[in-house]
């Protein structure tokens, strides 16, 4: 049988790459593999051992990509990342804002459609190949995203974006990371067909990493799960799922329980009874209508989900509540009982919203103490310019404390695994005890049991006095059951 990539008793040659014991895996023709596990428990540095990122003593990584004639490893193995899902790796000049400033977007950012042919133009795309990209183009429904600029995506259309950059290569190996967060859920269903197409259709070898372990799509063969920086025998996925544990139906302990909904509030905090109220509110980017004549109001006290299809318009919808978009002055928005541009800064309006997104989570590149991340929320910046107290300090652990990071406090962000840094990221959106809290796809990269725990403080959170909450997420069973009112968003074709 054909090894596509095999490694035995692999160690990796940098001690702070090495997993707890050596590693033995192999990839055999015909094969598709998920690997498992929970956040932290060492799954991408087994797939940088794959990939040959992180060299290996000894004999190293063997491959045999036949029939591919592509000699390269990094020409036959296709990694899709985590955070290709919000940007490039090396995207440093992005800031939070910038996907609602089109007038700062100068005539040298790409367009996708530029990116997308020049993926199929440098790996030698033939008229036959032609077939695919139309097909992606369509399933994916890309042809009206040609001639936006990259950075406009939202986090879905983002994703989409990328795995297509990355099938139009003609692959040997595709490794994706947690591929179908951020998809709704038709362009989810869509997905999982065509990776099921291509694998029976072409010399293609999927490996996906999955945080969520309860998605695993019906084309996957074998299952690899690690735990614990160990990587276990390879399963067939049928005995995986059979094996599987379930997780209780609540995580958060009632002594966690009992710490937030004890929690001291801010002496004289003032309580808008109308948090937001929106008036024929129009959003519109050149051509493109994105929100159009929308009125909404959200009251103290209220939960509400917030669902649509990929570039429905959520995110933007978000950007005005917070303050971000400043296409927000035009229109006719009251933000905790203030008109906009009444006077007010957009300091006054973050200071009283906690907030975590795909575009929070894309601009924070700053490897600073997990602490510090979390210390940040209550300076609203992204990095931390003053120094905390020990007060601050205090509630920052407290915070931390919930979500299950205490051992993350003193590691730098950008060394923690994408769900550690979301479970930072969600513990600086709780920090200030907001009044109201905004959550676009918390729970993206999350494993089953940190999924739980945070539907948990949610929940908990929610039963605090005058807390009102907005959640976007593309999956009706993530939603707490907080949750009591839905606003849905249709896409403006």
Not at 243 to 253: D, G, T, W
Not at 452 to 459: E, M, S, T
Request: net charge negative; hydrophobic share 35%.
């Amino acid at each position: 049988m054909q090894n596509i990539i095999k490694i035995d008793q692999g160690i990796a040659r940098m001690p702070e790459w090495q997993l707890a014991a050596p590693v033995d895996f192999v990839a055999n023709e015909g094969e598709h593999i998920a690997i498992v596990g929970p956040n932290g428990s060492g799954k991408t540095l087994l797939v940088d051992m794959l990939t040959g990122r992180h060299p290996l003593v000894k004999q190293g990584v063997t491959y045999d990509f036949a029939p591919s004639k592509k000699e390269l490893v990094s020409d036959n193995i296709k990694y899709v990342t985590f955070r290709d899902s919000y940007g490039s790796e090396n995207d440093s000049t992005y800031y939070l804002q910038q996907r609602w400033n089109q007038q700062e977007i100068d005539e040298s950012t790409p367009t996708v459609g530029q990116l997308l042919e020049d993926a199929f133009v440098l790996s030698g795309g033939t008229l036959h190949d032609r077939g695919l990209q139309k097909h992606l183009y369509e399933l994916f429904h890309l042809d009206h995203l040609l001639d936006k600029y990259i950075i406009l995506l939202s986090s879905g259309e983002l994703r989409k974006f990328q795995l297509t950059k990355v099938l139009l290569t003609n692959p040997r190996v595709l490794i994706m990371d947690n591929p179908f967060i951020g998809l709704d859920a038709i362009a989810r269903d869509q997905l999982k067909g065509l990776l099921r197409t291509l694998s029976e259709e072409q010399a293609l070898q999927i490996i996906l990493v999955l945080s969520k372990s309860d998605d695993i799509p019906k084309f996957i063969t074998s299952v690899v799960e690690v735990k614990e920086r160990i990587v276990y025998p390879k399963v067939s996925r049928a005995d995986y799922l059979a094996a599987r544990s379930h997780f209780p139906n609540r995580v958060l302990s009632s002594e966690k329980a009992m710490e937030i909904r004890t929690l001291k509030s801010e002496a004289g905090e003032y309580h808008a009874q109308e948090v937001i109220k929106m008036n024929k509110v129009c959003i519109r980017y050149g051509r493109r209508t994105i929100l159009n004549e929308l009125d909404w109001t959200v009251r103290n006290g209220e939960r509400w989900a917030l669902s649509g299809q990929n570039g429905a318009g959520k995110s933007t919808l978000l950007s005005l509540v917070c303050a971000d978009n400043p296409q927000g002055y035009a229109c006719d928005i009251a933000l905790f009982g203030h008109q906009r541009g009444s006077g007010e800064s957009i300091w006054d309006i973050k200071r009283r919203i906690g907030y975590v997104s795909p575009e929070m989570h894309r601009a924070y590149r700053k490897d600073i103490p997990a602490v510090k991340i979390v210390a940040s929320g209550l300076k609203d910046s992204v990095g931390l310019y003053t120094t905390p107290s020990e007060e601050d300090y205090a509630k920052c652990r407290f915070w931390m404390h919930v979500f299950g990071t205490d051992q993350l406090a003193d590691r730098t962000f950008l060394k923690l695994s994408s769900g550690e840094q979301r479970l930072i990221l969600l513990a600086r959106a709780f920090v200030k005890d907001p009044e109201l809290l905004v959550l676009d796809e918390p729970l993206h990269g999350l494993d089953n049991r940190n999924r739980q725990l945070v539907r948990d403080i949610i929940d908990t959170f929610a039963e605090r006095e005058n807390k009102t909450i907005i959640m976007v997420s593309h999956y009706q069973e993530e939603l707490p059951q907080c949750i009591d009112h839905q606003l849905t968003l249709t896409k403006n074709e």
